[in-house]
């Protein structure tokens, strides 16, 4: 009777303990993921993994510690496979193998300790195929996109059956058939999958981007289309053409581009109004005899390009200014030549002239029949004279020491200087002429009346 009543209490120790600890938990595994074909050491950690104790209070020999513990991969699909080598640790770790054997696939983590309690982590263990079986990459398909645009490029890392190689976090270089993608190393994968933000900088039918890994793995996209983003401002096409005094001038071309300056369609009539500075130096035409005069273009829908011819008799630079009506103003500068010179023309000294002193420069000048500067299209040879004669003489000095002999302008002079020494107070002329027999520039003679103060 009384060993019976022993016994009794040795179970029901046991059972009380059993039901009273908490039960266990599961909090993470590492490493998270393996191989498929590899055998991996993992440790499981978590809470509550307690071993099983009997005692007997009458033959304390006869009291046990069952430490056993399994811990097992739960599929998808249910089926539970199980770790070898599982040993626990203490009551926060177990150790486990797992098997080279477990397919690929994503497992929940189950422990069940010696007391038969049970802990799941979901989805915590995956088995992936290593990323040496990579056979290649494939790129997502891409829609047109615009030059210096960020877009989005999404790369998978297959192997040879095409499935994703989920383990891979290599890197690659990547390129495109214009040379201008950029960046090229756009970093590493993650899982098996990259997504990378790029820009191609030139137009181009049927691009396509190319990647390739450091053991030869390659990858293309489909070919896609690099075209011209919206419409963003005016620009003028081509650099400022040529343009002579009274002479039509042109075309100057206006044209919308996009933010990297591409030609684009006007997606709508687009109204031009158009100036010159200084104002009114330059007249616009529609047409390169220039007659019809206007005051602005347009630049019809879909069209790519507006025309305007340009007259004006002011030379030197001269800026054209086009003012759309839904876009920025834009200037162009424009260099206006002088026409074909016609006479020549002498320049007042700044200061007043005085008797048995060098004057101020006095300039002599070819000019064209507006007044501009023009040099002889032809070596000159100018005769320069000063009446009455005596008491004054011509000099090509500042300090009035070597006496002027004949004045010579070309195609790169237009202008020469001379000077002037009275010894009486006086008027006095200075005239200038083509030399006899020159067989230089018809230009018209000119002449100075100069006071000589005393």
Do not use: W
């Not at 005692?55 to 304390?60: A, I, M, Q, V």
């Amino acid at each position: 009777m009384r060993a019976a009543r022993s016994t009794l209490l040795s179970a029901v120790f046991v059972l009380g303990c059993g039901t009273g600890a908490p039960a266990p938990k599961v909090s993470s595994i590492s490493p998270a993921q393996g191989g498929e074909g590899q055998a991996v050491d993992v440790v499981v950690t978590g809470e509550g993994f307690l071993a099983a104790i009997v005692t007997d209070f009458r033959s304390p020999s006869r009291s046990t510690v069952d430490g056993a513990v399994t811990v097992s991969l739960v599929s998808e699909a249910g089926d539970a496979l199980a770790l070898e080598d599982v040993v626990l640790v203490d009551v926060h770790t177990v150790r486990a193998r797992v098997p080279a054997t477990v397919p690929r696939g994503l497992y929940d983590v189950k422990v069940v300790d010696a007391r038969g309690a049970e802990a799941t982590l979901p989805g915590g263990y995956s088995v992936v195929t290593p990323a040496e079986s990579v056979a290649s990459f494939t790129v997502e398909p891409l829609s047109s996109q615009s030059p210096g645009v960020p877009f989005a490029v999404r790369l998978l890392a297959v192997d040879a059956a095409g499935t994703l190689v989920d383990s891979f976090d290599g890197t690659l270089t990547l390129s495109d058939d214009t040379g201008t993608l950029a960046p090229t190393a756009p970093g590493a994968f993650v899982r098996g999958r990259l997504l990378a933000f790029v820009t191609v900088a030139r137009l181009a039918r049927g691009d396509v981007v190319h990647a390739t890994d450091a053991l030869g793995h390659t990858g293309a996209s489909t070919p896609f289309d690099v075209v011209p983003g919206p419409a963003a401002r005016l620009a003028f096409a081509q650099p400022a053409p040529g343009v002579q005094a009274d002479v039509c001038g042109g075309p100057f071309r206006l044209e919308l581009v996009d933010q990297l300056g591409f030609a684009v369609p006007a997606p709508a009539d687009e109204a031009v109004a158009l100036s010159s500075l200084p104002a009114g130096a330059l007249g616009f035409f529609s047409e390169p005899a220039c007659t019809a005069a206007v005051t602005q273009v347009t630049l019809g829908g879909g069209a790519r390009q507006a025309e305007v011819y340009a007259r004006g008799t002011l030379a030197g630079p001269v800026t054209v200014r086009a003012v759309p009506a839904t876009f920025p103003t834009v200037d162009q500068v424009v260099l206006v030549a002088p026409g074909p010179a016609a006479s020549l023309t002498f320049s007042a000294p700044p200061v007043p002239v005085r008797a048995a002193v060098c004057s101020p420069p006095v300039d002599l000048t070819s000019e064209d029949s507006f007044g501009n500067a023009a040099p002889p299209a032809a070596t000159t040879s100018l005769t320069v004279s000063v009446t009455p004669a005596s008491g004054a003489a011509l000099f090509i000095d500042a300090t009035c020491t070597t006496a002027l002999g004949p004045l010579v302008l070309d195609s790169s002079r237009a202008t020469a200087r001379v000077y002037l020494l009275a010894a009486d107070a006086g008027v006095l002329r200075v005239e200038a002429l083509v030399s006899d027999g020159d067989g230089g520039a018809p230009l018209a003679p000119a002449s100075l009346d100069v006071e000589v103060a005393p």
